[in-house]
């Protein structure tokens, strides 16, 4: 048995009572409820950043029946069933993070392969409540995604299917132009769509526009966005081109700061084409990885003005042993380099949630699913590591103390929301109890 329902079932009782007595406690005299709610949790004196709500100050946020019940200055729990004092601490909706490769399995690279990882091993502790798998599935594999991977995860795993139909599964299907049917990605992605968000295309190194055109076709079809790594650097293709011509305004163009497509010239400015499809509306996406994300590009373009739309890690199995880690950490690179807090979670809660049309997420309105994260922003002396091996310092990074997904605590890292020890005889092990 497990320890916690050991726990459970030697103090529950105490607990009813005590929840009963406040509820009826609650009840002002002529029997009407008074303002102290049968909340589930209560997050105190914690400072909210919820960039949808415009709210950046010390609040109170209640829980009840997985959905955020109440926001404010002062909230009475005196009948809550757990508080969690947030003082010194940052709240801000669970994470998105809109670019992460979770098709993990036995067999090739990103498709059921093992550069994938399992999504609730790698979300919580960095504050994602919310994954967006960027193509490891294509519309022929992602039936097994979803069985394998989507249905069994606690983090919301949602997908671009890619418009390869095998998906991710190395260079014999991504570089297979007859296997990239934008009718059969759409009809997949209206099959789900609760889950497929948008359509992927990546790495392919020919001088064909296909891929991407097929992408749009069956992002229009389905009428959800597309998501581009454009592969090899092509002269036949060029990046100003896809960015001012090929792509929809929002359509998303990842892997941003890598370098690896002329996204900064030769001068050392951006390319025009990058501010162009701004201007369009093409969305900016980190995308960091194991190869794509250089301080060479992002520093330069900073300082032309060219934050991200959205922060995101491409996690998999090498990018989250390199400089890339996990999504608080990206995000505490671009508070190294002197984007304002409040931005930087916003391009990972807010911003990505508009971008995947989903403004269900990423914000705290009342009523919206209680998915939310804690963070400490330390002081001290950080480093941060690029792609390519070069360092940063900083002196700020966000830790993640919570992680909460619709309404349960799925990550505490200081056992915030634990009941404090005591010793007690009576909740010593029986001879039926173990693990
Ligand atoms: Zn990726």
Redesign the pocket.
């Known amino acids: 048995m497990h320890a916690r329902d050991r726990f459970r079932r030697r103090i529950i009782p105490a607990t009813v009572t005590l929840t009963l007595g406040a509820a009826l406690g609650a009840l002002a005299p002529g029997g009407a409820p008074s303002a102290a709610e049968a909340y589930d949790l209560v997050i105190q004196r914690g400072h909210v950043i919820d960039p949808k709500n415009n709210v950046d100050a010390t609040r109170d946020v209640a829980i009840k029946d997985g959905k955020i019940a109440k926001v404010a200055k002062r909230i009475d729990t005196a009948a809550a069933k757990k508080t969690v004092d947030a003082s010194g601490e940052y709240v801000t909706p669970g994470l998105i993070d809109m670019?992460a490769?979770m098709f993990a399995g036995p067999e090739s690279e990103?498709r059921n392969g093992w550069a994938g990882l399992a999504p609730d091993g790698f979300t919580f502790r960095s504050g994602v409540t919310t994954a967006v798998d960027?193509?490891s599935s294509g519309a022929k594999s992602f039936d097994l995604f979803k069985k394998n991977v989507i249905d069994r995860s606690q983090t919301r795993v949602l997908a671009f299917i890619n418009i390869v139909g095998e998906g991710m599964g190395g260079a014999k299907y991504e570089q297979n132009l007859k296997d990239m049917d934008p009718g059969l990605a759409a009809a997949k992605a209206k099959e789900h769509p609760e889950t497929i968000v948008g359509i992927k295309t990546?790495h392919y190194e020919g001088p064909e526009w296909t891929p991407v055109e097929n992408s749009v076709k069956a992002g229009t079809e389905a009428n959800i966005p597309v998501m581009v790594?454009f592969g090899a650097n092509r002269p036949e293709r060029p990046l100003k081109t896809l960015l001012t011509e090929k792509l929809r305004p929002g359509d998303i163009y990842?892997h941003a700061y890598s370098g690896l497509r002329g996204e900064l010239g030769p001068d050392g400015k951006l390319n025009p084409g990058m501010k162009k499809g701004r201007e369009r509306g093409v969305l900016f996406d980190v995308?960091h990885?194991g190869g794509s994300f250089a301080w060479d590009v992002a520093v330069p373009a900073l300082k032309e003005g060219f934050t991200p739309d959205t922060i995101s890690t491409?996690l998999?199995i090498t990018s989250m042993n390199g400089g890339m880690k996990d999504e608080s950490n990206v995000m505490s690179k671009f508070l190294a380099v002197g984007l304002p807090l409040k931005d930087v979670v916003n391009a990972s809660t807010w911003a990505p949630a508009k971008a995947i049309k989903r403004p269900d997420l990423g914000n705290l309105s009342v009523g919206a699913p209680a998915d939310l994260a804690v963070f400490t922003l330390e002081k001290g002396r950080f480093g941060f590591v690029d792609s390519f091996g070069y360092r940063i310092d900083g002196k700020r990074k966000l830790s993640t103390e919570l992680t909460v997904r619709a309404g349960k605590v799925v990550w505490d890292l200081n056992g915030k929301a634990a009941q404090k020890w005591t010793p007690d005889p009576s909740r010593l092990p029986g001879p039926e109890d173990g693990h």
């Open positions: 670019h490769h990103y960027a193509g990546a790594d990842s995308g990885g491409d998999h």
